[in-house]
Structures are given as structure tokens and as C-alpha cells.
């Protein structure tokens, strides 16, 4: 979640992504045997999920020398960064209120009415509060309780449809 990324590295990764016209949506820093795993994700500003891959390794790139000059990550590590995807994200209220319609997958931070784990259809987020609809049954689950979601594509037949045009 966008809110638990550590301050000292929000400080040195976000100015380099939004010099590079992006947005920040999550990073993730997996500590353990090195080399350890950085993982950022970047989206443009309206939110598509456009970020072409020469584009994600410039920022890598940029991002790879800011936290080398100040030595910011003690250990060898693992840089990647990449675009949401069609399982995006959702780190930030705003990714939550472009996904209402969508069916997510969210797990929170303490058991809410039993369970940890929620997979429906976000048919609500208002005044930080999503409403998942699970069987007919609407759980609203405040977004400080959301340890972590993202959005469940659905692949459909016209995902593998031919393009006719194109012959």
C-alpha cells in the first residue's frame, strides 16, 4: 500500500518518477538473503496503466542511481519496476474509486467479521469505506483496515478474438 512505503525511500523514489511524468503507486522492499527485491510501480496520471516498457526502464535506470548516491538500501538488491497490469494495484483511495465496478481481491491488516480475505465485486468506495458485494452479501471494510488489493481482470473471449483488420 501506497501509505506504508518508507518515508526515507518515498523521498528519494517519487521526486525521479514524477520528473519522468508518472505517479508513484507502490513500492515494496522484500528484505531477507540478498540480494533483496525493490519493487516500484509506476502509472501515468489519468491512470491507464499506459507505461510503456522502455519508459519503465528509464525510470529503473534514474531511480537505480538515486538510491546508489545516497546508499539509501544497506544490501545488494533486485530493481524492478513496472506499470499496475491488468491485475492492478490498489494502493491509494484513488485506485479504489477508479476499480468500483471491478471484482478485487483484498486482504486486511486484523480479521473483519471472521476473515482476512475478500474476493467480490467493489461496488463502493465513499469516505474511505469499500463495499465488497461476496455472495449476495456486502461487507464494507474501512481502506486503513486494507493491508493489500488489486483489481481481478476477467479475461473474455475478445481478449483472444482475432483482430480482422489485420489480414
Known amino acids: 500500500m501506497y ?4 518515508e526515507e525511500l518515498r523521498n528519494l523514489v517519487e521526486p525521479v518518477v514524477e520528473d519522468a511524468g508518472f505517479e508513484l503507486v507502490d513500492l515494496t522492499l522484500q528484505r531477507g538473503r540478498p540480494p533483496w527485491s525493490l519493487r516500484v510501480t509506476v502509472d501515468t496520471h489519468e491512470g491507464d496503466g499506459r507505461v510503456p516498457v522502455d519508459r ?3 525510470v529503473s535506470r534514474e531511480i ?7 546508499d539509501a538500501i544497506p544490501s545488494a538488491y533486485r530493481l524492478e519496476v513496472s506499470s499496475p497490469g491488468l491485475d492492478r494495484v490498489l494502493a491509494r483511495q484513488k485506485d479504489f474509486a477508479a476499480a468500483q465496478g471491478s471484482d478485487v481481491a483484498l486482504e486486511t491488516r486484523t480479521p473483519l ?11 463502493d468506495f ?7 458485494l ?5 461487507y464494507a471494510i474501512p481502506f486503513a483496515d ?3 488489493a488489486k483489481v481481478i481482470y476477467e479475461f473474455t473471449a ?3 478474438a482475432g483482430d480482422d483488420d489485420a489480414q
Open 146 to 148: 486494507v493491508a493489500k
Open 158 to 160: 475478445a481478449d483472444f
Open 126 to 132: 465513499a469516505d474511505d469505506i469499500a463495499r465488497i
Open 64 to 70: 537505480g542511481t538515486q538510491l546508489d548516491a545516497t
Open 113 to 123: 467479521d471472521g476473515r482476512r480475505r475478500f474476493r467480490g465485486r467493489l461496488v
Open 56 to 58: 519503465c526502464a528509464q
Open 3 to 6: 501509505r506504508d512505503i518508507p
Open 134 to 138: 461476496i455472495d449476495g452479501v456486502e
